[in-house]
């Protein structure tokens, strides 16, 4: 059963990068059945997909922070990670990674849904 | 960008009583050559990470007890607690996943009257 968690700095100053791991356990990273995303919450408020990431290294990202973003994999270590640059108090906020169910038909391949989340981290930008 | 929009944004019902949360994107989700609406929804409780109840807009996900149903097609979808427990005290998301970016509605909180 896969188990994901995220880790990193808890604080991070304005201007500067944050950066979070997520760690996969229970199945591999490179299952083609998966994508491995990113999802926000601000405090007290609702979720806002960040990105998401295939094992070969492809990339979707939610194009309102896409100038911002990078996420990446590392296979060897069954990681993905998150970098959102520049960062505000705007970014303050629980961030989860989570599975993404990615099925397949006639040669083309979507995304499904989440399931499932990591515990999430919760992430403060303030100096 | 598909903007999916809950009502209500909160609710108290009582114990054993029925309740339900609208969802409305605004277009459809509903993908023709599989007759398969891209809608998902969430339970999160205080603390926790939300957890997958239903997908397809209405297949319930393994373990997710029989009292919670979806329903609803194209734009316009439901998501029913037949008779709420305690435990079901949380804030409820729907999601669709027909359109990049995926998009989530602004939640429902369900409490006991």
């Known amino acids: 059963q896969l188990q994901l968690q995220e880790s990193g700095p808890g604080l991070v100053k304005p201007s500067e990068t944050l950066s979070l791991t997520c760690t996969v356990s229970?199945?591999?990273?490179?299952?083609?059945?998966?994508?491995w995303g990113w999802i926000r919450q601000a405090p007290g408020k609702g979720l806002e997909w960040i990105g998401s990431i295939f094992y070969t290294g492809s990339t979707y990202y939610n194009p309102s922070l896409k100038s911002r973003v990078t996420i990446s994999v590392d296979t060897s270590k069954e990681q993905f990670s998150l970098k959102l640059s520049s960062v505000t108090a705007a970014d303050t906020a629980v961030y989860y990674c989570?599975?993404?169910?990615?099925?397949?038909?006639?040669?083309?391949?979507?995304?499904?849904?989440?399931?499932?989340w990591g515990q999430g981290t919760l992430v403060t930008v303030s100096s | 960008d598909i903007v999916m929009t809950q009502s209500p944004d909160s609710l108290a019902v009582s114990l054993g009583e029925r309740a339900t949360i609208n969802c409305k994107s605004s277009?459809?989700?509903?993908?023709?050559?599989?007759?398969?609406?891209?809608l998902a929804w969430y339970q999160q409780k205080l603390g926790q990470p939300p957890k997958l109840l239903i997908y397809w807009a209405s297949t319930r996900e393994s373990g997710v007890p029989d009292r919670f149903s979806g329903s609803g097609s194209g734009t316009d979808f439901t998501l029913s607690i037949s008779s709420l427990q305690a435990e079901d005290v949380a804030v409820y998301y729907c999601q669709q996943y027909f359109g990049t970016p995926q998009s989530f509605g602004q939640g429902t909180k369900v409490e006991i009257k």
């Open positions: 229970g199945g591999s990273i490179s299952d083609s059945n998966y994508y």
């Open positions: 277009q459809s989700v509903l993908y023709s050559s599989n007759n398969k609406n891209y």
């Open positions: 989570a599975t993404i169910l990615r099925f397949c038909s006639g040669g083309e391949c979507e995304v499904g849904w989440f399931d499932p």
